[in-house]
């Protein structure tokens, strides 16, 4: 066999790997759009296609528990578009969260609340259970990623006037509230999720860490060596101020009644 003959054969296996590349890329299912909504049959429950991407997560600007900033990147995923309601709640569980010890916060499209972490771990395995899907809380990571919509919201989850976009206990926006609303009252973030800012406190899977060394990098909950007797809640609520952020952070107990009063939670459709 000539070179020259050698040479073609090269040529001509180095195009079809190369074509075959190409079709492979390009055969991979697309993702949905960000913002394309898939319906639970069985609860009503809507969920917003959250996209594959990459953000900085943290501020170096506040707390230390919110440093150092690093990059996570995530594959994409299905989140609730409101917090789980009281209506919804009773459809899963049987029961309402607030049917005893919350009861001037009634109503079927209010937030619900009053529900600790092993509670909101609860509500996914009994939804899981009844739908031909499998749902799971966020991560800490998903949580503000989702919050964001990637890196297009700085401040909070959506942009304008915080009044526009939360509910809050400031007396500027109007008379202090004293109890959860009812969910997509406000305007929604760039991706169509309501309420990631105020309304109701959101459990996440992660145990507490007092700062982000060591955090994971591709969106998993953070597990190991924290404090996971208390777990993580994001995006504050109707009781929080406005410094209340898209980057604000905080854990509750497992034993803390009190404080699970303006608790509640969002799911995660898993693939």
């Known amino acids: 066999m000539n070179t020259r003959f050698k040479g073609w054969i090269l040529i001509v296996v180095s195009l079809v790997l190369a074509l075959l590349a190409i079709w ?24 917003v296609w959250v996209p594959t991407g990459c953000f ?12 150092p900033v690093h990059r996570v990147c995530l594959k994409g995923f299905f989140l609730g578009k409101y917090e789980v ?3 919804e709640y009773e ?10 010890k919350c009861t001037s916060y009634l109503g079927s499209d209010r937030a619900a609340t009053n529900i600790g972490w092993k509670e909101a ?12 899907s499998k749902f799971r809380l966020p991560s800490e ?23 526009e976009i939360a509910w809050i206990a400031q007396s500027r926006y109007g008379p202090n509230l004293d109890r959860p609303q009812s969910v997509g009252g406000k305007k929604p973030n760039a ?11 959101e459990h996440v899977q992660d145990c507490w860490h007092g700062n982000y060394k060591g955090a994971p990098e591709d969106g998993s909950a953070w597990i190991a060596d924290g404090y996971c007797h208390g777990r993580v809640n994001r995006g504050g609520s109707w ?13 509750r107990e497992f034993d803390s009644e009190l404080i699970e009063r303006s608790n509640g939670l969002r799911l995660v459709r898993t693939p």
């Open 85 to 87: 309601t009281q209506g």
């Open 191 to 201: 991706w169509g999720l309501f309420d990631m800012t105020g309304n109701v406190s």
């Open 239 to 251: 009781d929080s101020s406005e410094k209340v952020n898209a980057t604000f952070r905080r854990y």
């Open 121 to 132: 771990q609860y509500v996914a395995e009994a939804l899981s259970r009844i739908s031909d």
């Open 56 to 67: 900085n997560m943290g501020s170096e600007k506040n707390h230390d528990d919110q440093k």
């Open 24 to 47: 492979k890329y390009f055969s991979k299912p697309s993702e949905p759009a960000p913002g394309t909504i898939w319906i639970e049959p069985n609860t009503g429950m809507q969920f």
């Open 91 to 100: 459809k899963i569980v049987g029961t309402n969260p607030c049917a005893t």
């Open 141 to 163: 990571s998903e949580w503000e990623y989702a919050c964001r919509a990637g890196e297009q919201h700085k401040h909070y989850c959506g942009d304008g006037p915080i009044k």
